[in-house]
């Protein structure tokens, strides 16, 4: 198993940039595909982005597509989420998510919140206006 731990949220001007990461342990990260994945209160969670565990492979949402960027550091364990342009819309919880990897990193398995077993916490991001 791996467990998951983000950081980096707070509270941010409009146009402003975060980065958040999303340390992992226990089992090896390079196992695991993985994801960033947000929620807003009374509303879905919604996919955010995902990398492959190599790094090799990105996919992203419309909405964060040109102004978030997804990588990972496997010497690191750990995945970042560098967030630029941000905009009052992109107020929400953010967790990391992990999946094992498989031989195929497709975009629709990526974007299912259901393939990923092991979630964080979630880091508050607020974006004022």
């Known amino acids: 198993q791996v467990q998951l731990v983000e950081s980096g949220g707070g509270l941010v001007q409009a146009g402003g940039s975060l980065r958040l990461s999303c340390a992992a342990s226990?089992?090896?990260?390079?196992?695991?595909?993985a994801a960033w994945v947000r929620q807003v209160p009374g509303k879905e969670r919604e996919f955010v982005a995902a990398i492959k565990w190599s790094g090799g492979v990105t996919y992203y949402s419309d909405f964060v597509k040109g102004r978030f960027t997804i990588s990972r550091d496997n010497t690191r364990n750990t995945m970042y989420l560098q967030m630029n342009s941000l905009k009052p819309e992109d107020t929400a919880v953010y967790f990391c998510?992990?999946?094992?990897?498989?031989?195929?990193?497709?975009?629709?398995?990526?974007?299912?919140?259901?393939?990923?077993?092991?979630w964080g916490q979630g880091t508050q991001v607020t974006v004022s206006s």
């Open positions: 226990g089992r090896t990260f390079t196992m695991y595909d």
């Open positions: 998510a992990a999946m094992p990897r498989g031989a195929v990193f497709a975009a629709t398995r990526s974007r299912s919140q259901s393939e990923y077993d092991y």
